[in-house]
Protein backbone atom coordinates (compact mmCIF):
# COMPACT_ATOMS: atom_id res chain seq x y z
CA UNK A 1 0.00 0.00 0.00
CA UNK A 2 1.31 3.58 -0.83
CA UNK A 3 1.37 5.57 2.30
CA UNK A 4 2.83 9.00 1.08
CA UNK A 5 1.21 12.07 0.40
CA UNK A 6 1.72 14.55 -2.62
CA UNK A 7 1.93 18.36 -2.07
CA UNK A 8 2.13 21.36 -4.76
CA UNK A 9 2.54 24.53 -2.58
CA UNK A 10 1.66 27.43 -3.92
CA UNK A 11 2.48 29.13 -0.96
CA UNK A 12 5.13 29.00 1.24
CA UNK A 13 4.53 27.87 4.72
CA UNK A 14 5.37 29.74 7.87
CA UNK A 15 8.59 28.23 9.13
CA UNK A 16 10.95 30.45 11.95
CA UNK A 17 14.44 29.60 11.51
CA UNK A 18 16.67 28.31 13.94
CA UNK A 19 20.01 29.72 12.21
CA UNK A 20 21.05 28.89 8.58
CA UNK A 21 19.19 25.40 7.81
CA UNK A 22 17.52 27.12 5.05
CA UNK A 23 20.26 28.56 3.10
CA UNK A 24 22.28 25.24 3.82
CA UNK A 25 19.48 23.16 2.07
CA UNK A 26 19.15 25.27 -0.51
CA UNK A 27 22.91 25.13 -1.58
CA UNK A 28 22.50 21.03 -1.27
CA UNK A 29 19.78 21.15 -3.48
CA UNK A 30 21.96 23.31 -5.69
CA UNK A 31 24.46 20.57 -5.56
CA UNK A 32 21.90 17.36 -5.79
CA UNK A 33 23.26 16.52 -2.41
CA UNK A 34 21.09 14.72 -0.17
CA UNK A 35 19.96 15.81 3.03
CA UNK A 36 19.51 14.21 6.80
CA UNK A 37 17.60 16.48 9.44
CA UNK A 38 18.00 15.01 13.19
CA UNK A 39 15.95 16.02 16.01
CA UNK A 40 13.48 15.07 18.38
CA UNK A 41 9.97 14.89 17.37
CA UNK A 42 7.71 18.22 17.19
CA UNK A 43 10.49 20.44 16.22
CA UNK A 44 9.72 21.63 12.87
CA UNK A 45 11.18 19.31 10.49
CA UNK A 46 8.35 18.57 8.58
CA UNK A 47 7.59 21.89 8.52
CA UNK A 48 11.14 22.65 7.33
CA UNK A 49 11.00 20.45 4.36
CA UNK A 50 7.50 22.13 3.20
CA UNK A 51 8.62 25.52 3.39
CA UNK A 52 11.69 24.48 1.23
CA UNK A 53 10.08 22.90 -1.18
CA UNK A 54 7.45 25.87 -2.09
CA UNK A 55 10.92 27.91 -1.92
CA UNK A 56 12.13 25.88 -4.50
CA UNK A 57 8.96 25.47 -6.21
CA UNK A 58 8.97 21.68 -6.21
CA UNK A 59 6.85 19.57 -5.84
CA UNK A 60 6.94 17.20 -2.33
CA UNK A 61 6.26 13.64 -2.02
CA UNK A 62 6.17 12.40 1.63
CA UNK A 63 6.60 9.20 3.06
CA UNK A 64 6.27 7.94 7.03
CA UNK A 65 8.18 5.16 7.32
CA UNK A 66 6.84 1.89 9.60
CA UNK A 67 8.31 -0.99 10.39
CA UNK A 68 6.98 -2.69 7.52
CA UNK A 69 7.91 -0.77 4.84
CA UNK A 70 9.36 -2.43 2.08
CA UNK A 71 11.61 -1.56 -0.63
CA UNK A 72 8.54 -2.31 -2.83
CA UNK A 73 6.10 0.29 -0.78
CA UNK A 74 8.89 3.03 -2.07
CA UNK A 75 9.83 1.77 -5.53
CA UNK A 76 6.54 0.46 -7.11
CA UNK A 77 4.91 -3.00 -7.34
CA UNK A 78 2.60 -5.15 -10.13
CA UNK A 79 -0.51 -4.83 -9.58
CA UNK A 80 -3.24 -7.11 -11.41
CA UNK A 81 -6.25 -5.02 -13.09
CA UNK A 82 -8.66 -6.22 -15.45
CA UNK A 83 -5.88 -5.17 -18.59
CA UNK A 84 -3.83 -7.86 -16.73
CA UNK A 85 -0.68 -7.18 -14.76
CA UNK A 86 0.45 -2.95 -15.00
CA UNK A 87 3.59 -1.89 -13.26
CA UNK A 88 2.51 1.34 -10.60
CA UNK A 89 4.91 3.32 -9.32
CA UNK A 90 5.77 4.04 -5.66
CA UNK A 91 6.19 7.46 -4.45
CA UNK A 92 10.31 7.57 -4.62
CA UNK A 93 9.71 6.32 -8.41
CA UNK A 94 6.73 8.85 -8.92
CA UNK A 95 9.50 11.60 -7.12
CA UNK A 96 12.73 10.21 -9.76
CA UNK A 97 10.94 10.50 -12.57
CA UNK A 98 9.19 14.41 -12.16
CA UNK A 99 11.55 15.93 -10.13
CA UNK A 100 10.27 15.88 -6.54
CA UNK A 101 11.61 16.79 -3.16
CA UNK A 102 11.02 13.46 -1.92
CA UNK A 103 10.77 13.11 2.35
CA UNK A 104 11.22 9.86 4.00
CA UNK A 105 9.76 10.41 7.57
CA UNK A 106 11.66 8.43 10.18
CA UNK A 107 13.55 6.81 7.67
CA UNK A 108 15.37 4.46 10.50
CA UNK A 109 12.06 2.17 11.21
CA UNK A 110 11.95 1.34 7.51
CA UNK A 111 13.17 -2.18 7.19
CA UNK A 112 17.37 -2.34 7.17
CA UNK A 113 16.34 -3.83 3.20
CA UNK A 114 14.88 -0.58 2.40
CA UNK A 115 17.11 2.22 2.74
CA UNK A 116 19.33 -0.04 0.29
CA UNK A 117 17.80 1.13 -2.59
CA UNK A 118 18.16 4.60 -1.80
CA UNK A 119 22.39 4.25 -2.71
CA UNK A 120 22.55 4.71 -5.95
CA UNK A 121 20.08 7.81 -5.79
CA UNK A 122 21.66 9.22 -3.06
CA UNK A 123 25.36 9.61 -4.40
CA UNK A 124 26.78 10.65 -8.03
CA UNK A 125 25.14 8.47 -10.04
CA UNK A 126 21.41 9.59 -9.37
CA UNK A 127 19.69 6.48 -10.11
CA UNK A 128 16.98 4.21 -9.53
CA UNK A 129 17.18 0.21 -10.91
CA UNK A 130 13.72 -1.13 -10.63
CA UNK A 131 14.70 -4.71 -10.54
CA UNK A 132 11.65 -6.12 -10.91
CA UNK A 133 11.30 -3.71 -14.50
CA UNK A 134 14.78 -3.99 -15.15
CA UNK A 135 14.47 -0.08 -15.70
CA UNK A 136 17.31 2.27 -14.43
CA UNK A 137 15.63 5.70 -13.95
CA UNK A 138 18.12 8.56 -14.14
CA UNK A 139 16.95 11.41 -11.62
CA UNK A 140 14.89 14.31 -12.86
CA UNK A 141 16.74 17.62 -12.34
CA UNK A 142 14.62 19.06 -9.38
CA UNK A 143 14.75 15.24 -7.92
CA UNK A 144 15.98 15.20 -4.42
CA UNK A 145 16.33 12.86 -0.98
CA UNK A 146 15.64 14.23 2.29
CA UNK A 147 14.74 11.94 5.07
CA UNK A 148 14.61 12.79 8.81
CA UNK A 149 14.99 10.79 12.55
CA UNK A 150 14.99 11.05 15.87
CA UNK A 151 18.22 10.31 17.85
CA UNK A 152 16.04 9.75 20.89
CA UNK A 153 14.69 6.95 19.78
CA UNK A 154 17.81 5.03 18.51
CA UNK A 155 18.93 2.14 19.78
CA UNK A 156 21.21 -0.44 18.45
CA UNK A 157 18.65 -1.79 15.98
CA UNK A 158 17.50 1.32 14.80
CA UNK A 159 20.18 3.59 13.39
CA UNK A 160 21.45 4.00 9.51
CA UNK A 161 24.14 1.70 8.31
CA UNK A 162 26.84 3.67 7.93
CA UNK A 163 26.98 3.31 4.67
CA UNK A 164 23.75 5.08 4.33
CA UNK A 165 24.49 7.57 6.42
CA UNK A 166 27.63 8.76 4.79
CA UNK A 167 25.76 9.80 1.21
CA UNK A 168 23.87 12.72 3.18
CA UNK A 169 24.89 15.91 4.56
CA UNK A 170 23.30 16.34 8.20
CA UNK A 171 21.65 19.24 9.59
CA UNK A 172 20.90 18.96 13.56
CA UNK A 173 17.89 20.25 14.25
CA UNK A 174 15.91 21.28 18.70
CA UNK A 175 13.70 23.27 19.77
CA UNK A 176 13.88 26.37 19.22
CA UNK A 177 15.05 29.02 21.39
CA UNK A 178 12.28 30.54 23.84
CA UNK A 179 11.70 33.84 21.74
CA UNK A 180 11.15 31.70 18.06
CA UNK A 181 9.51 29.05 20.24
CA UNK A 182 7.31 31.84 21.44
CA UNK A 183 6.78 33.49 18.31
CA UNK A 184 5.55 30.19 16.33
CA UNK A 185 3.19 29.39 19.17
CA UNK A 186 1.27 32.82 18.36
CA UNK A 187 1.40 32.28 15.07
CA UNK A 188 0.26 29.00 14.58
CA UNK A 189 -2.49 29.31 17.28
CA UNK A 190 -3.44 32.78 17.13
CA UNK A 191 -3.23 33.24 20.95
CA UNK A 192 -1.85 36.30 22.26
CA UNK A 193 1.67 36.56 23.42
CA UNK A 194 0.95 36.78 26.98
CA UNK A 195 -0.03 33.30 26.86
CA UNK A 196 2.38 31.97 24.08
CA UNK A 197 4.93 33.32 26.65
CA UNK A 198 3.91 31.08 29.70
CA UNK A 199 3.52 28.10 27.67
CA UNK A 200 7.19 28.57 26.60
CA UNK A 201 8.30 29.07 29.81
CA UNK A 202 6.47 25.96 30.92
CA UNK A 203 8.28 23.82 28.43
CA UNK A 204 11.75 25.24 29.45
CA UNK A 205 10.85 24.08 33.01
CA UNK A 206 9.93 20.76 31.50
CA UNK A 207 13.05 20.16 29.44
CA UNK A 208 15.09 20.86 32.50
CA UNK A 209 13.55 18.16 34.13
CA UNK A 210 15.68 14.76 33.86
CA UNK A 211 14.30 12.51 31.12
CA UNK A 212 14.46 9.30 33.28
CA UNK A 213 10.45 8.84 33.33
CA UNK A 214 9.81 10.64 29.66
CA UNK A 215 10.81 9.09 26.44
CA UNK A 216 10.47 12.87 24.97
CA UNK A 217 9.16 15.73 26.49
CA UNK A 218 7.27 18.72 25.13
CA UNK A 219 7.23 19.51 21.84
CA UNK A 220 7.14 22.39 19.80
CA UNK A 221 4.02 20.96 18.22
CA UNK A 222 2.19 20.15 21.75
CA UNK A 223 2.76 24.00 22.74
CA UNK A 224 0.91 25.09 19.60
CA UNK A 225 -1.37 22.29 19.90
CA UNK A 226 -2.81 23.31 24.13
CA UNK A 227 -2.24 27.50 22.40
CA UNK A 228 -4.86 26.25 19.77
CA UNK A 229 -7.12 24.49 23.10
CA UNK A 230 -6.68 28.00 24.59
CA UNK A 231 -8.12 29.99 21.45
CA UNK A 232 -10.82 27.72 21.03
CA UNK A 233 -12.20 28.74 25.14
CA UNK A 234 -10.39 25.84 27.12
CA UNK A 235 -8.35 27.30 30.60
CA UNK A 236 -4.77 27.59 30.09
CA UNK A 237 -4.15 25.24 32.79
CA UNK A 238 -6.81 22.42 31.96
CA UNK A 239 -5.10 22.71 28.60
CA UNK A 240 -1.84 21.97 29.85
CA UNK A 241 -3.20 18.83 31.59
CA UNK A 242 -5.04 17.68 28.10
CA UNK A 243 -2.14 18.64 25.71
CA UNK A 244 0.99 18.31 28.26
CA UNK A 245 0.93 16.37 30.71
CA UNK A 246 -1.58 13.50 29.75
CA UNK A 247 0.30 13.49 26.19
CA UNK A 248 3.52 13.10 27.35
CA UNK A 249 2.98 10.19 29.69
CA UNK A 250 0.61 7.58 31.07
CA UNK A 251 2.59 6.79 34.44
CA UNK A 252 0.28 8.51 37.46
CA UNK A 253 3.75 9.54 38.96
CA UNK A 254 5.03 11.30 36.53
CA UNK A 255 1.92 12.97 35.50
CA UNK A 256 1.81 14.52 38.81
CA UNK A 257 5.20 15.26 38.83
CA UNK A 258 4.59 17.39 35.78
CA UNK A 259 1.38 18.40 36.80
CA UNK A 260 3.39 19.77 39.59
CA UNK A 261 5.41 22.13 37.16
CA UNK A 262 2.34 23.37 35.47
CA UNK A 263 0.88 24.38 38.88
CA UNK A 264 4.20 26.40 39.39
CA UNK A 265 4.74 27.88 35.63
CA UNK A 266 1.16 28.91 34.51
P1 LIG B 1 8.56 17.20 13.19
O1 LIG B 1 8.47 16.90 11.72
O2 LIG B 1 9.94 17.62 13.64
O3 LIG B 1 7.99 16.10 14.07
P2 LIG B 1 6.70 19.33 12.55
O4 LIG B 1 7.46 20.00 11.48
O5 LIG B 1 5.52 18.51 12.15
O6 LIG B 1 7.66 18.47 13.49
O7 LIG B 1 6.25 20.47 13.59
C1 LIG B 1 5.10 20.35 14.37
C2 LIG B 1 4.36 21.67 14.44
O8 LIG B 1 5.10 22.59 15.23
C3 LIG B 1 4.17 22.34 13.08
O9 LIG B 1 2.96 21.94 12.49
C4 LIG B 1 4.18 23.80 13.44
O10 LIG B 1 2.90 24.20 13.88
C5 LIG B 1 5.09 23.88 14.63
N1 LIG B 1 6.51 24.24 14.37
C6 LIG B 1 7.58 23.64 14.95
N2 LIG B 1 8.72 24.25 14.60
C7 LIG B 1 8.37 25.26 13.75
C8 LIG B 1 9.11 26.28 13.06
N3 LIG B 1 10.45 26.36 13.18
N4 LIG B 1 8.42 27.16 12.31
C9 LIG B 1 7.06 27.08 12.22
N5 LIG B 1 6.33 26.15 12.84
C10 LIG B 1 6.95 25.25 13.62
Given at each position: ?33 P?L ?70 VV???K?TTV?LH??A ?24 V ?11 SLKPSTRQRF ?98
Open positions: MDHSEQKHLEQVPYYAEQGGEAALFAHAFAQRLVIKGPTGCGKTRFVEHMAARLGRPLITVSCHDDLSAADLVGRHLISERGTVWADGPLTRAVRTGAICYLDEEARDVPLDDRRVLPIERTGEHIAAAPGFMLVSYNPGYQNVLKIALNFDYPVPEVEQAIVTRESGVDAAVAQRLVALAQALRRLTAQDLEETVSTRLLVMAARLVVSGITLPTACQAAVVDALTDDADTAAALAEVVAAVI
